[in-house]
């Protein structure tokens, strides 16, 4: 399955994550856009998408503090 928005596709990957699972984030370094086609789209860093993921759950206290 290809998502190409990158914050979804973390969201995606961290959400269908299951105990004892690894999820690897290879990130795009110090770059903030994304090719697309004939364009560029600006997109959040991983490890932002993933700190926010985090604290998406925390917040509905799916996972521990």
């Known amino acids: ?3 190409p ?3 979804e596709a973390v969201w ?3 959400s269908a994550a299951e105990p004892g699972d690894v999820v690897i984030l ?3 370094g110090a770059e903030v856009t994304q090719r697309v086609r004939d364009g ?3 997109y959040i860093s ?3 998408a ?3 993921w985090i604290a998406a ?3 509905e206290g799916s996972v521990a503090k």
């Open 1 to 3: 399955r290809i998502i």
């Open 5 to 7: 928005d990158r914050e």
């Open 12 to 14: 995606t990957a961290l």
């Open 26 to 28: 290879a990130g795009k």
């Open 40 to 42: 560029f789209v600006p």
């Open 46 to 48: 991983d490890i932002k």
């Open 50 to 52: 993933a700190q926010q």
């Open 57 to 59: 759950q925390k917040k």
